[in-house]
């Protein structure tokens, strides 16, 4: 691998610890204006800080974030159907290579889904994106989506996740589930997990943990940090667990130490947790 695809890759996962904490502020591109991503930049100001990498669209990245903001960023590629659509996450490619390199991303996102009547179009995709990023050094995640009518088991996550790094993913993005540990054995790329919908958040640090004891390298986490009741003392939490290998209980002390109304921005030689 040349020397710009691991400078990237060292930006998406932290060297110091083989780990990342991606924060997640792509929903938009299907859901519209999320709960907690009304305005992005005044969600997500105060929480780049403690995330490695900020995963969103191009349209959130150039309306959104100043170019100045020191935060790697994860560009989503895949998008074409909405909420509405009965054909949820029927995706294509929605950002071109060449766009990707104006916008000097660290990675590219692209989602796929197994299983679905039409995981041929988004598969083949994602092996198109590959290539192209191949051309240029840049990691490319896959996002292993699943369809309300799938089960998000060991079995068909191993499935999905296995298919992505054959297709020549270098980190894929899945679900935690029971028997994760099987999931990440049979995955050739190191994967990190979606927090999914908001939990408590004791629950949210808990699955990290525990995704990250089976052998996920991180998270990709949005909605249970930006729709927490104080987003910025949860980031910390979860980068504690995450590179500090902090455990769900002392994640959960770092939150209550600093919840309440988001304290003064630390510079980050200050950040400890
Ligand atoms: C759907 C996505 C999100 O990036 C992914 O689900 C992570 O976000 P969350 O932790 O909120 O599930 O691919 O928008």
């Not at 799938?150 to 020549?168: K, N």
Request: glycine share 8%; with cysteine.
């Amino acid at each position: 691998m040349d020397w710009g695809f691991r400078n990237r890759m060292a930006q998406i996962v932290r060297p110091s610890t083989g780990r990342s904490l991606m924060l997640a502020v792509d929903h938009g591109y299907f859901m519209g204006p999320t709960h907690g991503l009304e305005k992005p930049w005044d969600t997500v100001k105060a929480l780049v800080p403690y995330a490695d990498c900020l995963a969103l669209t191009r349209g959130v990245l150039r309306h959104a974030i100043p170019p100045e903001a020191d935060i790697p960023i994860i560009l989503r590629v895949s998008g074409g159907t909405s909420i509405l659509s009965k054909e949820l996450l029927r995706e294509g490619i929605i950002t071109s290579m060449q766009d990707a390199l104006r916008l000097n991303v660290a990675g590219v996102a692209f989602s796929i889904l197994v299983g679905s009547p039409h995981e041929r179009d988004t598969l083949l995709n994602l092996a198109k994106v590959v290539d192209e990023a191949e051309e240029y050094g840049i990691p490319v995640l896959a996002i292993t989506a699943v369809g309300k009518d799938m089960v998000r088991d060991a079995r068909y996550l191993s499935l999905a996740c296995r298919i992505a790094g054959e297709l020549g993913a270098h980190l894929v993005k899945t679900y935690y589930c029971d028997g994760f540990e099987q999931v990440v054995e049979g995955c050739p790329v190191p994967i990190v997990i979606a927090g999914g919908k908001k939990i408590p958040e004791f629950d949210a640090l808990q699955m990290a943990h525990q995704a990250l004891r089976a052998g996920a390298i991180g998270v990709d986490m949005g909605r249970n940090i930006f729709q927490s009741e104080s987003p910025q003392a949860m980031i910390r939490a979860v980068r504690a667990v995450i590179h500090d290998r902090a455990s769900p209980e002392d994640g959960m002390e770092i939150y209550n130490r600093f919840k309440g109304p988001s304290l003064p921005l630390l510079k980050e030689t200050q950040v400890t947790a």
